[in-house]
């Protein structure tokens, strides 16, 4: 829930929510918005056809539609959590503020009384605002749902995607499951497009070594599974990971109880530079995507080998306690069961026992955690297929991620092997290396948001310029109704001589 302002701080009054909302509303009627409905509605099979259909309703979802609704266009989310929890802030997150600055705007899509400041100050006052130093995770929530509300999106919940199907005709074809009612029900979806705004393991999910498989399922999650940090009361943990989620899930145990805390570390020191930082600026955000191969590649593999540090407030979370203790150089290699049940983790420094290891190992584009789109992947490009690194440069992560074109677009790896791809828009992660961080980074989530909106827009009216052109053709509402003047009687043609001007001369 909503955290109160806190107590002895001098502000002015807050204005309260309803007045912010009735100022956004009135923001938006002064920029007309939104627009009218404008796109052709079409069947395809006796079914309607929707405009765009958005899978994921967290930020870069909630922006999109946001986005797209503000132009005319009908783009409903479906998103398989309860409403309120879409996304990772209220189920697998566990920071206790967000790492970016509390002054970034986010997905106010250039509205002021749309931004995280706003709702806040409108509850809390000025002072309160002045003295926060990061935004509370839940309290972001609680902003991600107010949106929605006040902006009136369309989202359905508890609404699972099982398969994502191009089609030649014009439509992607969407089978789902309503699991809103108890009883499962299948049904499906048409759209002429669809886009996967599927968040931080958008075209996968949590990567793990392959031995960790090997591991009994009750010894070990990684840091983006839904565990409760509950169970760890009075066990010895190993954490494995040196990032910011490695900082949230030690403290996470720590702060439930965990005996000890072990992080295991592969690096010999810590990152101390967010060199992403490095390169925010609005030339990014909006050129990033036009930059030539070879300079996407250079600045995201630059970014990969040099590593975000963890927050300082997050790891200072950890360190603050006596039962935590860093590892550095202490990369983990392997593991097995001992016969007591704990187990062995075999590392550089050495073999360490642990009853429970929290591997916080990031994400990779892994199609096979994805089975609602591994229908796809045979016939997407990805960055290997036409792109060599250059030595010395190589990444993994880029060589699999797919290669977008202009509109987030999936492309075919071989033309014709899959007609009606490119309606399948990648607005997740992994657009990252052809798109930049536009697709979901709180920076510049507005900017992805509403260049993407503009292209679909634009590839709408295309698709349907026939149409267009007909309707203004048959347009027939009267600017004149005949009224407004009277005919004058044209005047008779005087020459010089006789015109009384050259008298007078």
């Known amino acids: 829930m909503t955290q109160p302002s806190p107590s002895g701080i001098s502000s002015l009054s807050p204005a309260g929510l309803d007045a912010l909302e009735q100022r956004l509303r009135q923001d938006l009627q002064w920029l007309c918005l939104p627009a009218k409905s404008w796109v052709p509605r079409i069947e395809r099979d006796g079914q309607p056809v929707l405009d765009v259909a958005i899978i994921g309703g967290g930020m870069a979802g909630l922006a999109l539609s946001a986005s797209l609704t503000h132009m005319g266009i009908q783009a409903p ?12 802030w209220a189920t697998t997150a566990r920071m206790e503020t967000l790492r970016s600055p509390k002054e970034l705007t986010g997905p106010a899509l250039g509205l002021p009384a749309l ?22 995770r839940l309290q972001w929530m609680d902003y991600l749902r107010w949106y929605r509300q006040v902006l009136r999106l369309d989202v359905r919940n508890r609404q699972r995607v099982q398969t994502v199907s191009p089609r030649a005709d014009g439509v992607a074809e969407l089978e789902l499951v309503d699991e809103s009612e108890g009883a499962a029900r299948t049904y499906r979806v048409l759209a002429r497009h669809v886009v996967l705004a599927t968040g931080r393991d958008g075209m996968g999910g949590p990567w793990v070594p392959e031995w960790v498989h090997d591991l009994p399922s009750t010894h070990w999650a990684h ?13 010895h943990v190993a954490v494995v990971g040196g990032g910011a989620s490695a900082m ?9 109880g965990a005996a000890r805390v072990d992080l295991l570390i592969r690096r010999s020191e810590l990152p101390r530079i967010n060199k992403g930082k490095g390169a925010g600026s609005p030339g990014m955000a909006h050129g990033f995507s036009a930059l030539p191969d070879e300079w ?8 990969n080998v040099q590593q975000v540090p963890p927050p300082q407030g997050s790891t200072l979370r950890v360190s603050r306690h006596a039962n935590a203790f860093f590892h550095l150089g202490a990369g983990v290699r392997g593991a097995s069961l001992r016969e007591d049940g704990r187990l062995r983790l075999e590392t550089a420094k050495g073999p360490l026992a642990a009853d429970f290891v929290i591997f916080c190992t990031g994400f990779r584009t892994d199609w096979s955690q994805r089975p609602e789109f591994a229908a796809l992947q045979p016939h997407v490009r990805v960055w290997q297929d036409r792109f060599t690194a250059p030595q010395g440069e190589e990444d993994a992560e880029l060589a699999e991620s797919p290669d977008l074109g202009t509109l987030f677009e999936l492309q075919q790896k071989t033309p014709g092997s899959c007609p009606g791809l490119e309606r ?3 607005f997740n992660y992994a657009a990252a290396v052809s798109q930049g961080a536009s697709s ?19 590839q709408l009216l295309t698709e349907d310029v026939a149409h267009h052109y007909a309707s203004m053709q048959r347009y027939a509402e009267p600017e004149l ?25």
């Open 223 to 235: 840091s983006a599974h839904n565990w409760n940090g509950d169970s760890l009361r009075g066990k």
């Open 248 to 256: 949230d899930a030690a403290a996470t145990a720590l702060e439930n």
């Open 424 to 426: 399948v828009h990648c």
């Open 115 to 136: 931004t995280f400041r706003a709702w806040f100050e409108a509850q809390f006052g000025l002072g309160a605002w002045d003295a926060l130093d990061k935004i509370p």
């Open 440 to 458: 979901g980074d709180i920076p510049q989530v507005s900017d992805g948001a509403q260049r993407l909106a503009r292209g679909l827009a634009a």
């Open 481 to 505: 109704e005949g009224h407004e003047w009277q005919p004058a009687q044209f005047p008779a043609y005087e020459d010089e001589e006789s015109s009384p001007r050259s008298a007078r001369a």
């Open 296 to 303: 996407k590649w250079r600045f995201r593999h630059y970014i």
């Open 77 to 88: 989310i479906f998103d398989q959590s309860p409403a309120g929890f879409e996304g990772p």
